[in-house]
């Protein structure tokens, strides 16, 4: 993992589609911004994990299951 300090409103770059700027430095909490391309989903991995599970349970509910 590649850790870099950043001060309110500078940058990262991530290849030549995307950036990653700190917006805001609060109590607790680092406010960013990420700019990429559309064809590219940008989710928190919280939400990530979470899409994962529903689909897994979605796909556990189908007749004929192979995780049945």
Known sequence: MLVLSRKLGERILIGDKISVTVVKIGHGGVRIGVEAPPELAVVREE?????KRAEQALISERPGSMLE
């Open 47 to 51: 939400l990530a994990e979470e899409l």
